[in-house]
């Protein structure tokens, strides 16, 4: 799963890459819940960045209430079943998009302790997941907005021995396969969906602060690497 991730990232080395008139690159941009709905870059199917709300809400679903319920199942998207269920069904036929990040958080559990992870790219300074997006109406604004949720696939070696519960982790796409991951026919579609290659992510573990719901956690430190030694660890 992935529910927080970073975006340390200036948007000069997005520019060069990629096309966009105007983007929202959240300043500062270390750690990003997911259950807080934060509008966030992904690439569109024509190359551009655009923003998207985090937390797919099916364009049929058209209650505020259900709405509100709904973004956060949208999260994550299991890429086996994403194709058949209702929830996801529309957006992955239509609208294969990819999400921007620096890295991500994960958690190990050693008995009654979770120990977070901060995992990213050894030696890109973008990591990419593959996702996808729908449209629907914000009942609050009358917007038509975007939002978008990120395809999970099952760990790698890495994050099987640091996500060792779930063992899963998001799809992760190389940057040479960004583009036909984005025109490809939906039959085609998951063979970008599987586990990241071994020697592509590294990990270190983080600051256990970040356990705590009351901390803020969009600074610097979060993705600090710090070192644990036995009896120091927090509860989650």
Same mark, same amino acid.
């Given at each position: 799963?992935?529910?927080?991730?970073?975006?340390?990232?200036?948007?000069?080395?997005?520019?060069?890459?990629?096309?966009?008139?105007?983007?929202?690159?959240?300043?500062? =941009?270390?750690?990003? %819940?997911?259950?807080?709905?934060?509008?966030?870059?992904?690439?569109?199917?024509?190359?551009?960045?655009?923003?998207?709300? !985090?937390?797919?809400?099916?364009?049929?679903?058209?209650?505020?209430?259900?709405?509100?319920?709904?973004?956060? *199942?949208?999260?994550? #998207?299991? #890429?086996?079943? #994403?194709?058949?269920?209702?929830?996801?069904?529309?957006?992955?036929?239509?609208?294969?998009?990819?999400?921007?990040? %620096?890295?991500?958080?994960?958690? $190990?559990?050693?008995?009654? &302790? &979770?120990?977070?992870?901060?995992?990213?790219?050894?030696?890109?300074?973008?990591?990419?997941? =593959?996702?996808?997006?729908?449209?629907?109406?914000?009942?609050?604004?009358?917007?038509?907005?975007?939002?978008?949720?990120?395809?999970?696939?099952?760990?790698?070696? *890495?994050?099987?021995?640091?996500?060792?519960?779930?063992?899963?982790?998001?799809?992760?796409? *190389?940057?040479?396969?960004?583009?036909?991951?984005?025109? %490809?026919?939906?039959? *085609?579609?998951?063979?970008?969906?599987?586990?990241?290659?071994?020697?592509?992510?590294?990990?270190?573990?983080?600051?256990?602060?970040?356990?705590?719901?009351?901390?803020?956690?969009?600074?610097? !430190?979060?993705?600090?690497?710090?070192?644990?030694?036995?009896? $120091?660890?927090?509860?989650?």
């Amino acid at each position: 799963m992935c529910f927080s991730y970073s975006i340390n990232i200036s948007s000069e080395q997005l520019q060069s890459k990629f096309n966009f008139n105007e983007l929202i690159l959240p300043t500062p =941009a270390f750690h990003f %819940s997911g259950f807080d709905h934060p509008s966030l870059p992904i690439i569109n199917q024509h190359l551009e960045i655009e923003n998207a709300q !985090w937390g797919l809400i099916p364009n049929w679903c058209k209650e505020t209430e259900k709405q509100l319920r709904l973004r956060d *199942l949208g999260l994550n #998207a299991r #890429a086996e079943t #994403a194709f058949e269920k209702p929830m996801f069904k529309t957006a992955w036929q239509n609208n294969p998009i990819v999400i921007i990040a %620096s890295g991500f958080f994960e958690w $190990q559990t050693k008995g009654n &302790k &979770k120990i977070p992870y901060y995992i990213y790219p050894k030696e890109n300074k973008i990591l990419y997941f =593959a996702g996808i997006a729908d449209h629907f109406i914000d009942n609050e604004s009358g917007h038509n907005t975007c939002s978008f949720s990120i395809l999970t696939t099952r760990a790698n070696d *890495l994050l099987s021995e640091i996500h060792n519960t779930k063992k899963r982790m998001p799809v992760v796409l *190389l940057e040479n396969e960004i583009e036909d991951w984005l025109t %490809s026919n939906e039959s *085609l579609r998951n063979k970008w969906c599987k586990p990241a290659p071994e020697n592509y992510l590294t990990a270190h573990t983080v600051d256990s602060r970040i356990n705590k719901s009351s901390v803020h956690k969009n600074e610097a !430190w979060v993705i600090e690497s710090v070192q644990y030694h036995d009896g $120091q660890m927090e509860l989650f």
